[in-house]
């Protein structure tokens, strides 16, 4: 039985976990329809052009993993931001660690959509924002079906959350082959200021599959920040789809480090709902082996006077692949808009692939657009300029690398974060520098 | 540049809706509408085709039918319907012509009303022409200074019949039949076109020339153009097209396959002006055309267009960079306007070593026009130190219409560079001051920055051509400020 049929001959035993006669259930149940439709994205879609699932989608994921195992905090104390004071929404397996997180319900609400989609407190913000952004496709489409837990983090106007917010998934391995759907929910009401991190980790060398929506709404003047830390073991693959939406005068920050899993796609798509937006979206990527990550983002400039700013920057060695499709598409309203695409790529072997697409799509006429893309290779003059000056080259090659991805590291917010990319990149490129940049 | 002075730019554009929308009503010889195995026979009947020419349409007939029609394009169109097209039309004729005088006097007052009035061609310029008028290639002029040299320039039919070793060994070796709808179609059906052969180490001493037409209505176009350049030569060819106006929507399917062997090198510049439709987006030629070239190794080839005509565009010029040290450049401007819409760009795949590229493109669109680049840039794992770069700009004029970037970047070699820049502008607000401010109004002003911004594109240009490119970009963006 492929994967499709058992996920659909699935949907009726989770029925039976949920309460079938509420408004959500209606959007699962389309959203489940329209899966069943679509099936899984090949090769053939535009969309998926360079990245295949077929070979993740031959395991034989367990939908509900159903044996519970819990974890010490020594086993995955190495996998949190842990020193600073964080709040934190941990799920093992899917299923939330009371052990693990530290939750609040004073004045911002940073909790569990499990309790959201049910509990009558919340049900005029779900009713407001769950689903309303994400797309109807495939995989999307699939999550929504299934969407029972993940994070819910609600912040009312006028409030600054005095320390970051970590949400993070691991899967045992307790099954040989794991398929988790999180769905997260982030509202950011006028004025509010949120910084999250978000891990997904395997704990095992099992298979596992993450395929998790994330909604973003950002009010008026409000900022978000959200570091995807992506550093899972080679057996996890991750499809994740991000949506953002923003009113007027916010500023939505995503920032993506791809450094580890077997395959993984970020789709990041952000709509500009007001004037005077600003958004960004950065990613570093470095990967090696048969490794695939694949950034598929979109901007969309609805209104007049926003900007967005994207730069991504690929490292890629061995056999990995890498690929950027990146598209602005700008109204006839939007005029004076500014966005800037950027994508710098370097190779390190002959047999790595990158395959760029950044496409722009624009029908106003008074706006600065650009995209850039290239690949390329380090300096050969400013590595012998180094090895000159006694740094070995593998040293000097990891400073280049770095001041490569500086321009990306330069706008994380959070020390901790920055520092722990900092080391996370060290160990990507074996090396040891001892030095702060 | 031009002699062409700005009074007579206004006066132009107070008279003219489409300088060249007449129709010469010249007696043709046209088959019945719809294509069947049948038609394909009858078309290389008529012809007198060798048995391996008829197999190879018919070949290619059969993978036509099976294919299906691409839909991927930035483009929305109503599809032809390729059963009520006749697929064959040629002016009734005396078999052969040995000066021009024996040309048609209607057809030689078409060329006269085109431009490019054989006898002064003749006399003045340096440029040899073959001139097509609904497919048969009617005269081709300063073929006896081009046969001293060993070249050979002549309509496809004709050198299927003179020279067939050349043309089986070549035709479909670039594009293959199978290689997409259109190319299919074309292959099956095509009546005719040039045929260009450079021998070894010759420069070619004049500009090779075609000029293209479309003048029977509701009969499609199907041409096949090969050019082969052979080791250490050199040719530069022109292509030009006009069509009269005409309502219904006309299809365009050509075929152009370059190859260029070692050391050669090919210059191939066109100047596309089909009937863009009138300005409610009525009627215009639907153009989509297959165009790549081979290069062997230290081969160049040069694609240079200008792309102001036909409602729809469909168009990629491609390089395919075989040989080591091969290099490939593409420079376009594709100006929209009106309704008018195209999805162009260029192919460049990088196989051998040291190979490099340029990619220039402009695209200016104005009205409620939709105006797209789709580009490919591919280095193969074995292509070490291919060099790319690409730059796509793009000019708006109004709201309502649209600039599309579709780059597609795929690299396996680690010592790739590759470069990639996209802009999208308006003409600036200071930069029609200041033209004002000098007594330039603002129709003309726009005129002058749209060249500026093309010059990089008309620089590639040869002379003729790029006064004739200069005068369509202006015609083009005809009221198109404000």
Known sequence: MDLKEKIVSSYVAFEDGVNINSDIHEIRTEAFQNFEKLGFPSKKLEAWKYTSLNSILKEDYSIFPDKEKSITLAEVKKYFIHDIDTYKIVFIDGKYSSFLSETTHDNIDVCLMSSALSKKKYKLVIENYFNKIAKQDNLTSLNTAFSKEGAYIHIPKNTEVEKPIQIINFTTGEESAT??????????????????????????????????????????????????????????????????????????????????????????????KGEHIDSILKGITIIEGKQHVDHHTLVHHIEPNCESHQDYKGIYDERSTGVFNGKVIVEKEAQKTNAYQKNNNILMNNKSTINAKPQLEIFADDVKCSHGCTIGQLDEQALFYMQQRGIPKKEAKALLMYAFANTVLESVKVPEVKERIMKLIATKLKVNIGFNI | MSKYTEDDLREELETKEYEYGFYTDIESETFA?????????????????????????????????????????????????????????????????????????????????????????????????????????????????????????????????????????????????????????????????????????????????????????????????????DEGSFVSYLEGCTAPSRDENQLHAAVVELIAMDDAEI??????????????????????????????????????????????????????????????????????????????????????????????????????????????????????????????????????????????????????????????????EDQLFYCNQRGIDTEKAIALIVNGFSKEVLNKLPMEFAVEAQKLLEISLEGSVG
């Open chain 2, 33 to 229: 509408k719809g294509l069947n195995e049948d038609v394909v026979r009858a078309i290389s009947k008529k012809k007198n085709e060798p048995e391996w020419m008829t197999e190879w349409r018919l070949k290619a007939f059969e993978v036509w039918s099976k294919m299906e029609e691409p839909e991927w394009a930035n483009v929305t169109y109503k599809k032809p319907e390729f059963q009520e097209i006749a697929y064959y039309s040629a002016p009734k004729q005396k078999p052969k012509l040995n000066s021009i005088d024996e040309v048609d006097p209607d057809l030689l007052a078409t060329f006269e009303k085109l431009g490019i009035s054989l006898e002064e061609q003749k006399r003045l310029a340096n440029v040899a022409v073959d001139i097509v008028v609904d497919s048969v290639s009617v005269a081709t002029t300063f073929k006896k200074t081009l046969g001293e040299k060993g070249i050979i320039f002549m309509p496809i039919s004709e050198a299927i019949q003179e020279h067939p070793e050349l043309v089986r060994k070549h035709l479909g070796t670039v594009v293959p039949p199978s290689d997409n709808f259109y190319a299919a179609l074309n292959s099956a059906v095509f009546s005719d076109g040039s045929f260009c052969y450079i021998p070894k180490g010759v420069k070619c001493p004049m500009e090779l020339s075609t000029y293209f037409r479309i003048n029977e209505g509701g009969t499609g176009q199907f041409e096949r153009t090969l050019v082969v350049a």
């Open chain 1, 179 to 272: 398929m988790l759907q999180p769905r997260n929910l982030i509202v950011a009401d006028k004025n509010a200021h949120v910084q999250i991190i978000e891990r997904h980790q395997s704990l095992t060398s099992n298979a596992a599959l993450t395929n998790v929506v994330t909604e973003i709404f950002a009010d008026r003047h409000s900022t978000v920040d959200l570091y995807k830390i992506q550093n899972d073991n080679i057996a996890a693959s991750l499809v994740d789809n991000t949506f953002v939406e923003q009113q007027s005068n916010s500023v939505v920050s995503v920032h993506t480090f791809s450094f580890g899993g077997n395959i993984t796609r970020n789709n990041l798509n952000f709509f500009q």
């Open chain 2, 267 to 428: 210059k191939y510049s066109t100047v596309q002006n089909w009937f863009p439709g009138n300005s409610e987006g009525k009627g215009g030629v639907y153009n989509f055309v297959t165009k790549r070239g081979l290069c062997e190794t230290n081969a160049k080839i040069s694609w240079t267009q200008v792309e102001t005509g036909s409602a729809i565009t469909w168009k990629y010029p491609s390089c395919i960079l075989k040989g080591n040290n091969s290099v490939g450049e593409f420079y376009s401007i594709a100006v929209t306007n009106n309704f008018q819409q195209a999805d162009t760009g260029t192919k460049m795949i990088h196989l051998g070593k040291n190979t490099k590229s340029t990619i220039i493109s402009k695209g200016i669109s104005a009205g409620k026009s939709q105006n797209s680049y789709r580009g490919l840039v591919q280095i193969s794992s074995r292509a070490e130190n291919a060099r790319n770069f690409s730059q796509c700009d793009s000019l708006l004029m109004g709201n309502k219409c649209g600039a599309h970037t579709f780059p597609y970047i795929e690299v396996k070699n680690k010592s790739a560079q590759v470069e990639h820049e996209a802009t999208t502008s308006k003409i600036g």
